[in-house]
């Protein structure tokens, strides 16, 4: 069994409420690190090597230390709760579940950094989940953890949930701090950095959930220690969201030493394929990191294990590799068409483009056109060339990184896939009908046995 | 004495240039002039905030500065990126620049209607500027382009948005000109649109200036009247005494008649100065201004190019486009740019699938002649 | 056309959360407040709503329109709306919106015409292990199937009948 760090009380009884949450140790590291510095926290953070959860995996300590102290200014911790990357659905469970947890990390948090005010700015559609929280921040409160001089520190805060209201680009930070504004959620064009301009042009930081609720873990333990699970620099525990065909579908955390094939096939985690079914493809971190099919999925382009941590997910690039992204994990079997599958994630971005600069606004809407087409029995040759020149078009040139997320997985599905397109170009009946199925991914496990 | 101010170098396509601290490259670039300079399609020098959108102003950093020589890994927006001391960018010497600004151009047009010829804008249209220089041959959209219905802002202002490019310049005129913004961007990604929600005016002394900053003829001014196109009518440079604005205006003529009022515009396309709406829309008789003399219009544009001998308006444009652009053939639009009778206000060129070649207008013509 | 007395308690509740002068901060929970209320944001709800925030109306239109979850047409009293992103779609969720819109004689984007149902398809909600999934007012609806999707129906006439 891997370490838990995040999940170790989760099913607890009651660990929703304050009681039970105390009672397994909870606010400890608040407790602790009142009595440190805010810059010595902010040194445990670098120790850990705790990297941003969000997507970027950007060394969370470093990313601390930029944040700018002019006099008399106020600064803010601002909570990513906007998890809306397709198969991504852990932060949602570690707030229903353990708010706690993210409460504690919050207070912590916002004492390294100076935030006496700090907001969760969580997904619309979760419309449930700031009732959860706004409870737990109020038994918090009744408890002494939150309001003014927490435990006689002489510190001050506050924390408030805001909701989104249906807009995946406001997961970037700076789209997020315009939507807190109550503006639409336009990225903004940077520099500056919301480190040195962001809410309401004050300094402020944006971090993930996980990451937020990590660094209880690391300051109970200790950047060093925290840093001596994983591997490399992939420190720490990671959480894992699975889904997709599937035995068990759900959160899992995991240290990041266990390979891709155990994480799918143990009974400890995904269970297997669902169904009995063959393994053809999976999107190891959310849907806009390349989708790799199962050989290059297992074992990497030099017949390495793969393994579930930042560096060897990423192992061989873009060419042959993926990436850790949000954790996101979607697992296609044989039954599934790699080509349809592109076309919802092109019809994801298309529809959350905020629509700002030229390549993501209309690249986005014409790559969904074509994908239909050539998914339906429509397409040409010719488009696959054509959708594959236009991603590259998009990526690099856009404003915000959602340019390169929606070019990304179909540039990949392209890379690995092209025979499954070219299928459905020459057999625009059959395609209606039928799935190309595995065909030549010959799925790895066998050819060992 | 203070000491003198620090200027840093910073070279564009081996070219040189010291600029103050804080300049972007683009404006660096403007100092050069000419071809080192990068198209600008939602900058506005005037307009704070305006910038970063478009992406047609993307350059190459090859390296950050002298202190870290260190290239760029992704092309940046010249508008908004400042320049740092001894920065070297490549914009017209970079292969991935053109490249990049080629797709920028062709996304900018697959779902721009191409309809030139009833435009209003045209041959002043930086759009249309920008796809002779940088755009391809022929488009590979081979979808309904998207559409909106026609609005009148008011007396004054039309909007076309099917011709908008979201550069959201007359957004921010809206906001820094005038008092009350009724006009906005509505909805999101390839859906968002330049609109009021519900049928409102624009009515607001400077309003009339989102005409000018408007790239494209998206927004354009109801009052330029008998609709001409603009290389047939004269520009002169005219003031009168304005208590709103500086009164400094370019007026279009055509024999004795003032056709239409703008501000004036510098050679990258910008206003000098705001002009009020009193300026612009209703001072239409030449006893209602001072006439300086003939206009420079200093673009890279058809109307420049196509300024005329003769007298005004009784003679038509005898250049031929390679002519004209110094040998280069045009290559996109070219078709219906080369006769302007090819004008038919009643077709609807965004209703055409694909691109718009002269043969929809002659079928239509032959259409409309035989009814 | 005005919020109840506690509804503007919470207004100035939320708004209190911001530095003096930021109340525009405030618009996202205070449409999503309007919209509790009248089902949907018309114009006249939203010029309200950006007189309330001394905002201009269309600030509160730029807003309202960027985001998938305010509505600004009046739509049914159960509002399906069915996730049909990739995660979804390999769990079947084609089957379920097909089978939902078979069921109520509707097709996406359509109400019934006793305006009790509207059908929606949206992009990932967030709960792609539990595909597939819909959001059914402010819950999600997961591991749907057609049984699932039929009690669900019913329990909503139910509950439509029993509030009438
Ligand atoms: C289009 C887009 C969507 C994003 N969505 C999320 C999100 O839903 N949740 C999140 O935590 N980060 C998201 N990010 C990443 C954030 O911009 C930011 O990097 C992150 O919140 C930083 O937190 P971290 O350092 O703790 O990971 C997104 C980024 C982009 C470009
Ligand atoms: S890349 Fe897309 S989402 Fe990002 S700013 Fe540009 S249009 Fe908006
Ligand atoms: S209407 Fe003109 S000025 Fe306004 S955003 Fe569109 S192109 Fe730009
Ligand atoms: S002019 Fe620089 S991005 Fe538009
Ligand atoms: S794909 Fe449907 S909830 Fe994520």
Known sequence: ???????????????????????????????????????????????????????????????????????????????????????????????????????????????????????????????????????????????????????????????????????????????????????RGNPRIKPPFPAIKGLWDRPTVVNNVETLTAIVPVINLGGEEYAKIGVGRSTGTKLISACGNINKPGVYEIDMTISVEEFIFSDEYCGGMANGKKLKACIPGGSSVPILPANLLLKTAKGETRYMNYESLSDGGFATGSMMG???????????????????????????????????????????????????????????????????????????????????????????????????????????????????????????? | MAEEKKLFKVTIDNITVEVEPGTTILNAARQIGGEVTPPAMCYYSKLKGSGGKCRTCLVEVAAGSTADPRPMPKLVASCRTTVMDGMIVKNITSDRVLEAREGVVEFLLINHPLDCPICDQAGECDLQDLSYSHGTEGTRFEFQKRTFIKHNLGPYIQLHMTRCILCYRCVYVADQLTSKRVHGILDRGDRAEIATYIEKALDNDFIGNVIDVCPVGALTDRTFRFKNRVWFTKPVKAHRNCSKCCGKVHAWLRGDEILRVTGRKDQWGEVEDWICNECRFEKKNLTDWEIEGPADINRHSVISQGHYSGKIGTTKPTETFPNIMNGRQPKLLMDIHSVSEVNPPDLNLAAIPGPAHSGDFEEKKEISDKQ | ????????????????????????????????????????????????????????????????????????????????????????????????????????????????????????????????GYAPMMQLGKHYREHLTKDKVDAIIEECRNNAAANN
């Open chain 1, 1 to 183: 069994m891997g370490r838990k760090l995040l999940l170790e009380h989760a099913g607890v009884e009651g660990i929703r409420y304050y009681d039970a949450y105390r009672k397994k140790g909870g606010y400890a590291s608040v407790e602790k690190a009142l009595k440190m510095t805010p810059e010595a926290i902010v040194e445990e953070v670098k120790k850990s090597g705790l990297r941003g959860r969000g997507g970027a995996g950007f060394p969370t300590g470093l990313k601390w230390s930029f944040i700018a102290k002019p006099e008399g200014v106020p600064r803010h911790l601002v909570c990513n709760a906007d998890e809306s990357e397709p198969g991504t659905f852990k932060d949602r469970y570690l707030m229903e579940f353990i708010p706690h947890l993210l409460i504690e990390g919050l207070i912590v948090s916002s004492f390294a950094l100076g935030s006496n005010t700090t907001y969760i700015y969580i997904r619309g559609e979760y419309a449930w989940i700031p009732d959860i929280l706004e409870q737990a921040i109020a038994e918090a409160k009744v408890n002494g953890w939150l309001g003014k001089n927490i435990l006689g520190s002489g510190f001050d805060c506050e924390i408030y949930v805001q909701r989104g209201a249906g807009a995946y680009i406001c997961g970037e930070e700076t789209a997020l701090i315009e939507s807190l504004e109550g503006k």
């Open chain 1, 326 to 449: 949000s954790g996101g994990f979607v697992v296609l079997d044989e039954d599934q068409c790699v080509v349809k599958h592109t076309y919802t994630i092109a019809r994801f971005y298309r529809h959350e483009s905020c629509g700002q600069c030229s390549p993501c606004r209309e690249g986005t809407g014409w790559m969904e056109k074509i994908l239909k087409n050539i998914d339906t029995g429509k397409g040409k040759m010719s488009d696959i060339d054509l959708l594959w020149d236009i991603q590259g078009k998009i990526e690099g040139n856009t404003i915000c990184p959602l340019g390169d997320a929606a070019a990304w997985p179909v540039a990949a599905a392209i890379r690995h896939f092209r025979d499954e397109f070219e299928w459905h170009v020459r057999n625009p009946e059959e395609c209606l009908r039928r799935n190309f199925g595995l065909a030549h991914y010959a799925d790895p496990l066998e050819a060992v046995a």
């Open chain 3, 1 to 128: 056309m005005e919020f109840s007395e506690e509804k503007l308690k919470k207004v100035s509740e939320i708004i209190a959360r911001y530095p003096e002068g930021k109340q525009k901060s405030a618009l996202l929970p205070v449409l999503h407040l309007a919209q509790e209320q009248f089902g949907w944001l018309s114009v006249e709800t939203m010029d309200y709503v950006a007189a309330l925030l001394s905002l201009e109306p269309v600030e509160v239109y730029e807003v309202a329109t960027f985001y998938s979850m305010y509505n600004l047409e009046p739509v049914g009293k159960y509002l399906f709306e069915v996730c049909q992103t990739g995660p979804c779609m390999i769990n079947g969720s084609d089957d379920i919106i097909a089978y939902i819109g078979e069921r109520l004689g509707i097709t996406p984007g359509e109400t019934t015409a006793d305006g009790l149902f509207t059908l929606k398809t949206v992009e990932c909600l967030g709960a792609c």
